[in-house]
């Protein structure tokens, strides 16, 4: 089989910064906003003031509450990022139809299937889908409270509640129990990590196919395209017709 190609568009070229973008977010924001916050916990911790361990209780709330805003923002950068990008496509793939002003009020299911429609291929299909997914379920209850998506959360990533979960008798991720409330969710570090590598992923695998697709290859792409193949992980394929 043939690596996977489809119809480059100006959105590719718009979309080839997103990476870069979503890594320097977490690297200079995320990361030395958690190490502030852990730090001033730190030093309340030390401190022999009075009051001094209700003012680090009240700072550890602020730290799982700076973690949810944190997962928030990256659903939200992530969701405008793909938002922009099939918008682009659809403008110039089907200039005469009505499906860019579709993306406005698609939700995630909806988008999926828009990027299939355009792309060739599904958004399901690319490694970074599960995490994705996640992300998308985790932004929603970020929003919204408890609900169908931290439901799903509870079962799906009982890690999100690992740090409280202990001060939470009756709650859990099991049928029987109740889900765990998004009030107390405490995000693992590694978690908004793993979601930052999601995305970034994400728009490196769409980068890789916008250069299997262009016709005309420098001798250089050619040769960096070879190796590339050697060392991904996923390499999507075109099936060959009759099969």
Known sequence: ?????????????????HEITIRSYFDD????????????IDELGR????????????????????????????????????????RGCARELR???TTASKVEKANWKDLCKLFRELRGIKLESFPSFDTLDILQHLGNACRHG???????LSQRCPDLWQLSS???????????SKPAPVAAMDIPVDRLRSFIDAVADFW???????????????????????????????????PVKGG
């Open 95 to 97: 200039p005469r139809e």
């Open 47 to 86: 401190s022999d003031a009075p009051g001094g361990g209700f003012a680090q209780a009240d700072m550890q709330d602020v730290l799982c509450e700076t973690k949810l805003a944190f997962a928030l923002s990256i659903q939200s950068i992530w969701e405008r990022q793909l938002r922009a990008y099939i």
């Open 146 to 152: 408890d609900g169908e998506s931290a439901n799903k």
């Open 29 to 40: 924001v995320i990361l030395p906003a958690l190490e502030t916050l852990h730090g001033r």
């Open 166 to 176: 202990p001060l939470l008798p009756g709650f859990g991720s099991t049928s029987a």
């Open 204 to 238: 490196l695998d769409a980068e890789y196919i916008y250069n299997e697709s262009i016709d005309r290859k420098h001798p250089s792409l050619e040769a960096r395209l070879v190796r590339e193949r050697a060392e991904r992980r996923w390499v999507p394929q075109t």
């Open 1 to 17: 089989m043939m690596p996977f190609r489809w119809k480059n568009c100006s959105a590719d070229i718009e979309a080839s910064r």
